[in-house]
């Protein structure tokens, strides 16, 4: 199994990016895809998952209304649009894969983790 984070960079307050997360090796249409991200100093920290399905989503209080989880499960891959940057956006951002389908930000939930694609968001 693997999960492809990219998309990530450096970007003014008030900008835009959006993640990709590829997954390959696996029933893509089985698994829910969250996003976590992990700043220096910080613990990894839940951001948003959607089903398998992509009918159910959730967003951390911190990014909701900003940030818009998305499946295309025919390109097995997820995106993750992220509007309105703050600087303390800035982070690793980790895609992972859940065998149990439905949204969950409790990391022990999810099976497997791509490498990571690094945020800044300058201020």
């Known amino acids: 199994v693997q999960l492809q984070a990219s998309g990530g960079g450096l970007v003014q307050a008030g900008g835009a990016l959006r993640l990709s997360c590829a997954a390959s090796?696996?029933?893509?249409?089985?698994?829910?895809i969250g996003w976590f991200r992990e700043a220096p100093g910080k613990e990894r920290e839940g951001v948003s998952c959607?089903?398998?399905?992509?009918?159910?989503?959730y967003y951390a209080d911190s990014v909701k209304g900003r940030f818009t989880i998305s499946r295309d499960n025919a390109k097995n891959t997820v995106y993750l649009q992220m509007n309105s940057l703050k600087p303390e956006d800035t982070a690793i951002y980790y895609c992972?894969?859940?065998?149990?389908?439905?949204?969950?930000?409790?990391?022990?939930?999810?099976?497997?983790w791509g490498q990571g694609t690094h945020v800044t968001v300058s201020s």
């Open positions: 090796g696996l029933t893509f249409d089985d698994v829910a």
């Open positions: 992972a894969s859940s065998g149990f389908g439905e949204p969950t930000m409790i990391i022990g939930m999810y099976d497997y």
């Open positions: 959607i089903s398998s399905s992509g009918r159910s989503t």
